[in-house]
């Protein structure tokens, strides 16, 4: 039986490159060949003294070597480029205030709990007091802090770090690298 993924797959539904790419590095032997087609079998593996040429494991370390060194060359272009700090400055303009305001803000809950427990005691409802609203508030910052990391990070940011993948793809692919 196929699987959704696999009939999207061929229908062409995924245009991303990086769908279904290995990490870099991850489960995949330096040098080693694209993946087979589906329903060929898998490819053999010579060793040396089994068939190989006696160069040819140094010839295929050595073309391992050149693209890792121009796949690297083009991730740090790209990591220097304008655009790239762009994408990480918008980054940061987000995370690091909001980031502080979320632990000044938790910080400030636990400190008037375990310093000013009258405070924290005060009835403001019946049964609820000031500390049930502060708890409650943190699930509901956390909530919305959450949600305007999303929104943040689709607006301003999700566009031009697909750019900068797709770039950083297209060059690696031009110089030789297996990205």
Do not use: C, K
Not at 25 to 51: F, H, I, K, L, V
Not at 121 to 126: S, T
């Amino acid at each position: 039986m196929q699987s959704s993924n696999d009939r999207l797959r061929e229908a062409g539904a995924y245009d991303d490159p990086w769908y279904d790419a290995l990490a870099s590095g991850w489960g995949e032997a330096m040098g080693a060949a694209a993946p087979a087609a589906p329903g060929s079998p898998p490819p053999t593996r010579q060793e040396p003294g089994n068939g190989t040429p006696a160069g040819a494991t140094a010839t295929v370390t050595a073309t391992a070597t050149a693209t890792a060194a121009a796949t690297a060359e083009v991730y740090v272009e790209v990591q220097e480029s304008v655009a790239f700090r762009e994408v990480r400055s918008r980054y940061r303009r987000f995370v690091v205030p909001a980031g502080i305001g979320f632990l000044v803000w938790y910080l400030g809950y636990v400190v008037a709990a375990t310093t000013a427990p009258e405070l924290m005691g005060r009835p403001v409802a019946g049964a609820v007091n000031v500390a049930m609203l502060a708890g409650l508030g943190q699930f509901l910052t956390t909530f919305l802090l959450t949600w305007a990391y999303a929104r943040h990070a689709r607006l301003r940011r999700d566009r031009a770090a697909l750019e900068l993948r797709w770039l950083t793809q297209e060059r690696a692919r031009a110089r030789g690298g297996a990205v």
